[in-house]
């Protein structure tokens, strides 16, 4: 349908407010349609493409047979053993303990960083930038090589000192999992949190300091209470990271027999594939998700946590004194295990001839990267589908989202919600889940997308769309509209008005978007490895491989690679939009 204009006077400035005219008063048998009303049409299109067709085939799949009969049997299949039942409480007690551990690590630090006169804050939240930064999946890996029972640096030393056999932390545990996952996520969590607290005045406590409670009490009783919804809705949002999450638990917790939901699914994909069992088996998941987005919302609208001070109010850094140098060891402790041991373990086992030697001269080599360049048969290969695919959905997914937000902010057509609504739905489906839906939809003919390039850029544009729409709604939300309207006057279409005027004045938060996806998109591997042929591999893929043969020094190289990637776009962003500008935009 043409999309409606409210300001009906500009139709006859030019000849494209003529052409808009005769769309809407025309004859029935000579209507003339605009071009941005064909590019609407497309971009529904292409939003039910990606996300509706998806999930609605994935929930059909789940209740027919192969042949296409209606049937419970997939459901009854999926939980009818032990074993899958488990792997769905494993992954529901795996991730209450990793948000808990996460909690931990990121409230002390978010409290620190906002409200009080501890040092090195700069050092801090790089570690924390680092820790969001590093893939999950690399992060395992360097754990594996501390920590693991037998040769991990870690327990290697422990054993030098103490002179004890049994290990001093065994990653290949429940526990050691669900840390390894804590330090993965707690940045989620530091960043609500923080937020939360810089808006918090300095009055509030003053006050609670003037009726005789003391620094720790008026913590306690007056500043942790305004920021319980931030707590409790970036608690949920880790929550569902964690049980969505499908690099970590498979790199450990399959050495250590600990079975979860995603590591299932995957089994379900083994030969002979049973997706129509994969589907039923993800609708829980998907229903868990829902059901802790829509907590997560309800607790976050709220308005029993308010801070009412009448005026901006003053915000003074708290003096802690002595206290001051042990808040600052508890967040280097942190960012010491979450970023700076893995990734140094990391870039030793990547120029190592075997990693469980250390990095002295005589075992120092390049052929790990030598290997990878010029003798591994697909590295490049992967090297090179990592970047275009992401930097293709990267594209996609910014013009999509530019051209929804456009229309929901411009309210060009009456049904602006759907579109909003479709832009963000990825956000609550596990990517595990998209993979499938993606699978069940196109993998079969008549598409046979299957193992293509096709099937990853369009899972990848829908995983990380959400991403790039949050990022453009704010930023045309903030833009008024009167450039557009002096655009329209002097006779320019909708469509020329997007190219010339809004996309130019939002180019700093269309770059910033378009980084952070392309970014995400690079280690992304719950999609991927659903996906991908022989000709497709991702770096992530590879990475995974490499993990399950054991070979830790040529992975620790590629992962150099791709952590050496990552550094440069984070560096371009930097320099560009600003130093937190994927914290501030995750």
């Given at each position: 349908?043409?999309?409606?204009?409210?300001?009906?006077?500009?139709?006859?400035?030019?000849?494209?407010?003529?052409?808009?005219?005769?769309?809407?008063?025309?004859?029935?048998?000579?209507?003339?349609?605009?071009?941005?009303?064909?590019?609407?049409?497309?971009?529904?299109?292409?939003?039910?493409?990606?996300?509706?067709?998806?999930?609605?085939?994935?929930?059909?799949?789940?209740?027919?047979?192969?042949?296409?009969?209606?049937?419970?049997?997939?459901?009854?299949?999926?939980?009818?053993?032990?074993?899958?039942?488990?792997?769905?409480?494993?992954?529901?007690?795996?991730?209450?303990?990793?948000?808990?551990?996460?909690?931990?690590?990121?409230?002390?630090?978010?409290?620190?960083?906002?409200?009080?006169?501890?040092?090195?804050?700069?050092?801090?939240?790089?570690?924390?930038?680092?820790?969001?930064?590093?893939?999950?999946?690399?992060?395992?890996?360097?754990?594996?090589?501390?920590?693991?029972?037998?040769?991990?640096?870690?327990?290697?030393?422990?054993?030098?000192?103490?002179?004890?056999?049994?290990?001093?932390?065994?990653?290949?545990?429940?526990?050691?999992?669900?840390?390894?996952?804590a330090m993965q996520s707690f940045p989620l969590i530091f960043i609500f949190v923080k937020s939360a607290l810089d808006l918090v005045s300095s009055e509030m406590e003053d006050a609670a300091n003037i009726l005789g409670a003391g620094m720790w009490k008026a913590l306690r009783k007056v500043t942790l209470p305004l920021v319980v919804p931030s707590i409790i809705g970036s608690s949920i949002l880790v929550f569902l990271e964690a049980v969505a999450l499908f690099g970590t638990p498979a790199i450990i917790g399959i050495p250590a027999r600990i079975n979860v939901a995603t590591t299932q699914l995957w089994q379900f994909f083994e030969y002979p594939v049973r997706v129509d069992v994969a589907a039923a088996y993800a609708m829980p998941l998907l229903l868990i998700t829902l059901a802790m987005v829509g907590m997560q919302r309800m607790l976050v609208s709220r308005r029993g946590f308010v801070s009412q001070t009448g005026k901006g109010g003053e915000r003074r850094p708290i003096q802690l004194g002595a206290w001051r140098w042990l808040l600052l060891l508890w967040c280097l402790l942190v960012g010491l295990l979450a970023v700076v041991l893995p990734m140094l373990v990391l870039i030793e086992a990547s120029f190592a001839k075997a990693w469980g030697r250390g990095l002295t001269l005589d075992n120092f080599t390049l052929q790990n990267y030598r290997f990878l360049i010029f003798q591994h048969e697909t590295a490049l290969s992967t090297i090179w589908n990592t970047v275009w695919f992401s930097g293709v959905s990267a594209t996609i997914a910014v013009v999509l989202a530019l051209l929804a937000a456009y229309v929901v902010n411009r309210r060009l057509v009456r049904f602006g919600g759907a579109l909003s609504f479709l832009a963000m739905a990825p956000f609550v489906i596990p990517g595990i889940v998209m993979a499938i839906g993606f699978y069940a939809s196109y993998a079969a003919p008549p598409l046979a997308l299957y193992g293509t390039a096709t099937i990853i850029i369009l899972a990848f544009t829908a995983r990380f769309l959400p991403i790039a729409f949050a990022n453009s709604n704010a930023a045309i939300g903030a833009l008024h509209p009167e450039m557009e309207e002096a655009a329209r006057i002097l006779g320019c279409g909708r469509l020329q008005t997007i190219v010339r005027i809004t996309a130019p004045l939002l180019r700093k938060s269309l770059l910033a978007g378009w980084l952070i996806v392309f970014i995400v998109a690079t280690r992304e591997l719950s999609t991927a490895i659903f996906l991908v042929g022989p000709n497709t591999r991702t770096m992530a893929v590879l990475l995974y491989d490499l993990s399950e043969a054991g070979n830790f020094e040529v992975l620790a190289a590629l992962g150099g690679i791709l952590l050496a990637i990552t550094f440069v776009l984070v560096g371009i962003g930097m320099k560009l939009i600003g130093r937190d500008f994927m914290l501030r935009r995750t």
């Open positions: 349908m043409p999309p409606s204009d409210p300001t009906p006077a500009y139709a006859g400035a030019g000849a494209a407010g003529s052409s808009l005219a005769r769309s809407v008063r025309g004859p029935r048998w000579g209507l003339r349609i605009e071009p941005a009303t064909l590019v609407w049409i497309a971009l529904i299109a292409a939003l039910l493409f990606l996300v509706a067709l998806p999930m609605t085939k994935l929930l059909i799949v789940s209740f027919t047979t192969r042949s296409g009969a209606f049937t419970f049997a997939n459901y009854i299949t999926a939980y009818g053993r032990a074993r899958y039942l488990d792997a769905l409480i494993n992954s529901l007690l795996l991730a209450c303990a990793t948000t808990a551990y996460s909690i931990l690590f990121a409230v002390p630090m978010a409290w620190a960083m906002s409200r009080t006169d501890m040092p090195g804050k700069t050092f801090i939240w790089l570690t924390v930038l680092g820790a969001f930064i590093l893939p999950p999946y690399l992060g395992a890996i360097g754990w594996i090589l501390l920590a693991g029972p037998n040769a991990g640096f870690i327990n290697q030393l422990w054993r030098w000192l103490s002179g004890a056999e049994a290990p001093l932390f065994n990653v290949y545990t429940f526990n050691g999992l669900a840390l390894v996952m």
